[in-house]
């Protein structure tokens, strides 16, 4: 069950990532803003890195976010 868990949060990255922003993933999910950070601070604790760097005005990719993002994508 946690590696279903695990893909969902995996796609939930992705999606911000693409999107550019976590209210835009959260909108398109049907769930809050608050949740997705909240899901993709689990994540980033659950690997040990943090992925993004998040605030009111900005949202990119770290280094590891960056190397994690380009080698999942094709299993995304």
């Known amino acids: 069950m ?3 868990n695990d893909l969902a949060a995996w796609r939930l990255f992705f999606r911000v ?6 209210s835009k993933a959260a909108n398109e999910a049907g769930v809050e803003p608050s949740s997705v950070s909240r899901r993709i601070t689990q994540l980033e604790a659950q ?4 992925l993004l760097v998040r605030s009111s005005r900005a949202l990119y ?3 590891a976010g960056q190397q ?4 999942i994508e094709s299993l995304i």
């Open 68 to 71: 994690a993002y380009e080698r």
């Open 61 to 63: 990719l770290t280094h």
């Open 47 to 50: 690997v040990g890195v943090q």
């Open 2 to 4: 946690r590696k279903n």
């Open 17 to 22: 990532v693409d999107l550019g922003s976590i």
